[in-house]
T-cell receptor
Framework: QKEVEQNSGPLSVPEGAIASLNCTYS??????FFWYRQYSGKSPELIMF????GDKEDGRFTAQLNKASQYVSLLIRDSQPSDSATYLC?????????FGAGTTVTVRA | EAGVTQSPTHLIKTRGQQVTLRCSPI?????VYWYQQALGLGLQFLLW???????NRGNFPPRFSGRQFPNYSSELNVNALELEDSALYLC????????????FGPGTRLLVL
């Protein structure tokens, strides 16, 4: 079992819609969770981090964490064409960041 | 505040050669991490340096090595290059401690022919 798994996508949403990205992890001891955005040919850019169960909102982005279910998600509200990218879920495991394979999101204008 | 910087941006090498990649962390960050992003394989953790010491290592052979200097900059060395080493090599930095948020540099794209 992979340490971090994401829905593979690609995910296509119309402009203005909500994009929902999911991530599960295997290590129950994980305490830190991150979402990065990566445009094609570029390096990952931090969007959000979350440590506690529940929701965390930052602008149009909301991260949700459920440690009991070992599940973390990212919602993108009012999706814009500039949100088209690959979104990487990352989980701190044994003092190293483990990444999911990423979900590619395309926002249709 | 300047971000993480890496050099060179692109590199072409042949099999068997050696390569050195460089990284300067964000000012105030003492931890440096190296990742490999090969096509179709996702981001793989390589090495973590903090205060000049190697703190953790991913599942890579010993020909991948590095060091961290007193000014917290870092080098990644890859010996005996193989074709499958072709990848984007990313450096990230954070404040001290692996639990801190990591910020990535622009990467070095290595092509091994």
């Amino acid at each position: 079992q992979k340490e971090v798994e994401q829905n593979s996508g690609p995910l296509s949403v119309p402009e203005g819609a909500i994009a929902s990205l999911n991530c599960t992890y295997s290590d129950r001891g994980s305490q830190s969770f991150f979402w990065y955005r990566q445009y094609s040919g570029k390096s990952p850019e931090l969007i959000m981090f979350i440590y506690s169960n529940g929701d965390k909102e930052d602008g149009r982005f909301t991260a949700q964490l459920n440690k009991a279910s070992q599940y973390v998600s990212l919602l993108i509200r009012d999706s814009q064409p500039s949100d088209s990218a690959t979104y990487l879920c990352a989980v701190m495991v044994d003092y190293k960041l483990s990444f999911g394979a990423g979900t590619t999101v395309t926002v249709r204008a | 505040e300047a971000g993480v910087t890496q050099s060179p941006t692109h590199l072409i090498k042949t099999r068997g050669q050696q390569v050195t990649l460089r990284c300067s962390p964000i000012s105030g960050h003492t931890s440096v991490y190296w990742y490999q992003q090969a096509l179709g394989l996702g981001l793989q953790f390589l090495l973590w340096y903090d205060e000049g010491e190697e703190r953790n290592r991913g599942n890579f052979p010993p020909r991948f090595s590095g060091r961290q200097f007193p000014n917290y900059s870092s080098e990644l060395n890859v010996n005996a290059l193989e074709l499958e080493d072709s990848a984007l090599y990313l450096c990230a930095s954070s404040r001290q401690g692996a639990e801190e948020t990591q910020y990535f540099g622009p990467g070095t794209r290595l092509l091994v022919l």
